[in-house]
Structure formats: structure tokens, C-alpha cells
């Protein structure tokens, strides 16, 4: 997770992929009665990496489909892309452009019918060195959250934020960021009620890091404090996120994180006040052509009294004790993967568990 290789591969200039999946799931309606679904995704995604002197571009795309078995009236399409322009005028002076958008199918608790939210994200920096261990990084950031499903629009929201860095980079490439965050988010359409009022502004302070313990482990994390001013998104608190990847050789690799944060109400239909999660993940390198891994991971969540609903803490168990990856040859992958996740809540409705097993292929040009 934190470890990079030793040398990163030069992408191809143009990439094709064309895959699908197979879903077998136990509990598709994540409700307390069994109701089972088996449903199928498919991808086609294109690359494009180019470098011109200095100036590195990239550009990617695919569209996503899933089509159920028993549910077809949720058959979706939907897409995701990504454009990068990275610059290095000078020694001191870099700058880079980054746009985002990431999609994903609703879970059926979440919502019954059929959304798909869109999450695109703008970036905008200038990276300006006044030596090779110190950096100033000036920048701005635009992000636009849709509902593809109109009872669901009035979650939909525009933010606009700036931000200034300064860093510390040693010379085994640990790190310390010291970040100011300031922005504002607003729901972009009029509904009745008092919805209006999860606009708000909001200002954190975070401190990131990365430190080389040994030459097999790293620590990251990010620790920051936010300030809320809204009528209901509103007052202090505090996010966090600690990353500790140790490569026990050279094909064994643990990931151990933990990390905490407080949505602002409205970033989904019923916003948790608090996640606390923790995680763990082994991979193993069988061999050039087989890939292991599994993880496991518990979260707790604390929810504020809200409309009908009372307050109430709900945990998630998640585990996952086998993914493996095949890779056939240097065009084709297949993949198996299975997980297990037990939610446990006072609301009978919200307490449940299912088993997820898929089975997938990638053919890469």
C-alpha cells in the first residue's frame, strides 16, 4: 500500500482493456431475509500516456456496465475517466492540472431504487521548491457530486476550496506536509424543507507525513483538524489516517491502517456523524503469474438522532479470505475474489450479513 517498487514501469502510449466480472452475492438486499442476486459488470477502458520534454499527459476512460439477473429494471451504464498534465518549467517551478471522476452503483441500503454517483474532482497546483528539501504548494479544487436518480438530487452538491502546503522532503524521500484547507460547499438544487441548510463553509489544518522506518517498512499518515460554519453542518472536529506497510520479503507484504473521519451531513442519505476503521492486508507473489491476498477490516460507526431515527453506534466486520490473481499471459488476467461482511445495528432492518464471490477476466492490449 505505502511501498512503491523499486523502478516504476513506463506505460504503453496507448492502452486498451476489455473485461467482465461475475457477482454472486447472498444478500443483495442487504436486509435481515436472504434474497440472493447474481449480476455481471463489464469494462472497456483506453489510456493515453505521452511525455514531451518535461511535460508528462495522460488520459484515460471507461464505461462500466452492470446487468442483473432478476433485476433488470437496475441494468446501468455508467463512466469514469481521469487527465493529467504535469509540468517541470524549471528546477524550482512545477505545476500540474488533474481531473478525476469516479462513478459507483448505490448499495441497496443505501437506497433502493436504482443511482449511480458521480464524483468529479478538479485540481489545480503550483509546486514552487525554494531548495531540494523545501516546497511551497499553492493550488485550488473544484468537486461536483450528481445523483443519476432525481429523488435522490437533492444530495447533489458543488464545492469549491484552496489550499497551501508547505513540505520537507530528506533525502530517503520521507516527508512532512504542513496543509491549510479552506472552501465551501452548497447543494445545487432548491427542494422543500430545510435541506438548504447543510450548506456550509469550512476551514482544516492537517499535518501529512511519510517516514522511511527501515528499508522494509514505512509509516504515512494524515492528521487534521476542521472547523464546520452551516446551520446544520456545523462546528469542530478531527480526521486521521495511519498507513504502516512492512515488506516482510520480497513477494510477502503486510498493510496495516487506521483511520477516523466526520462526514458532513448530506455526503449520503443517512451521513454517519463519526467512522472509526481498521484494517489489515497480506499479499503474496506466489510466483510472476499468481498473485494472494486477503484482509480483514472492522469498522464503527455513530449515528445522530434524525428524523424517525434515533442515535445509535452500528459496526461493520468485513473479511475477505481469498483473492487470487492468474495472470495467463501478458494479455490476459483472471481473477477470483470473496468477502464476508456482517453489519450489526439496533435497527432490525439494518442488521444483517452477506457473502460476495466474484470471478473475472481482463484482456489487455
Known amino acids: 500500500m505505502l511501498l512503491a517498487p523499486a523502478a516504476a514501469a513506463v506505460p ?50 471507461s464505461g462500466n456496465r452492470y446487468e442483473y439477473a432478476q433485476r433488470d429494471d437496475l441494468d446501468v451504464d455508467f463512466y469514469k475517466g481521469n487527465a493529467h498534465w504535469r509540468s517541470e518549467w524549471s528546477q524550482r517551478v512545477k505545476t500540474s492540472l488533474n481531473w478525476t471522476r469516479d462513478a459507483y452503483v448505490v448499495d441497496r441500503l443505501e437506497f433502493a431504487s436504482k443511482d449511480v454517483v458521480s464524483l468529479d474532482n478538479f485540481t489545480g497546483q503550483i509546486i514552487l521548491g525554494t531548495n531540494k528539501h523545501v516546497g511551497i504548494t499553492l493550488g485550488g479544487r473544484q468537486v461536483a457530486q450528481t445523483h443519476s436518480n432525481e429523488l435522490r438530487e437533492f444530495l447533489d452538491f458543488d464545492e469549491e476550496e484552496w489550499f497551501v502546503a508547505g513540505t520537507y522532503t ?127 477490516g472492522y469498522s464503527d460507526q455513530t449515528y445522530l438522532p434524525r428524523l424517525a431515527l434515533p442515535a445509535r453506534d452500528e459496526t461493520i466486520t468485513t473479511f475477505s479470505p481469498l483473492a487470487l490473481t492468474y495472470k495467463f499471459s501478458e494479455l490476459i488476467n483472471i481473477r477470483f475474489d470473496s468477502q464476508w461482511v456482517d453489519r450489526e445495528s439496533p435497527l432490525l432492518y439494518r442488521d444483517y450479513d452477506y457473502a460476495l464471490a466474484s470471478l473475472g477476466l481482463t484482456l489487455v492490449f
Do not use: C
Open 12 to 61: 504503453d502510449r496507448f492502452t486498451l482493456s476489455l473485461g467482465a466480472q461475475e457477482y454472486w452475492d447472498s444478500n443483495f438486499a442487504r436486509t435481515a431475509d436472504v434474497d440472493s442476486e447474481h449480476y455481471t459488470r463489464s469494462v472497456a477502458s483506453l489510456a493515453f500516456n505521452e511525455q514531451l520534454s518535461k511535460q508528462d499527459f495522460s488520459l484515460g476512460v
Open 170 to 296: 530528506t533525502a530517503n524521500k520521507s516527508f512532512l506536509s504542513l496543509r491549510l484547507r479552506e472552501g465551501e460547499r452548497w447543494y445545487v438544487h432548491m427542494v422543500p424543507g430545510d435541506l438548504r441548510m447543510l450548506d456550509f463553509d469550512y476551514r482544516q489544518l492537517e499535518l501529512e507525513g511519510s517516514w522511511a522506518l527501515t528499508r522494509k517498512t514505512q509509516l504515512g499518515f494524515t492528521v487534521g483538524r476542521f472547523k464546520r460554519e452551516g446551520e446544520i453542518n456545523d462546528g469542530t472536529g478531527t480526521v486521521a489516517v495511519v498507513d504502516l506497510a512492512w515488506a516482510i520479503s520480497e513477494k510477502l507484504k503486510l498493510a496495516l491502517s487506521y483511520s477516523q473521519s466526520e462526514p458532513a451531513a448530506g455526503e449520503t442519505s443517512d451521513s454517519p456523524a463519526d467512522v472509526r476503521t481498521s484494517k489489515i492486508a497480506l499479499n503474496w507473489e506466489l510466483s510472476s503469474k499468481w498473485l494472494f491476498s486477503m484482509d480483514a
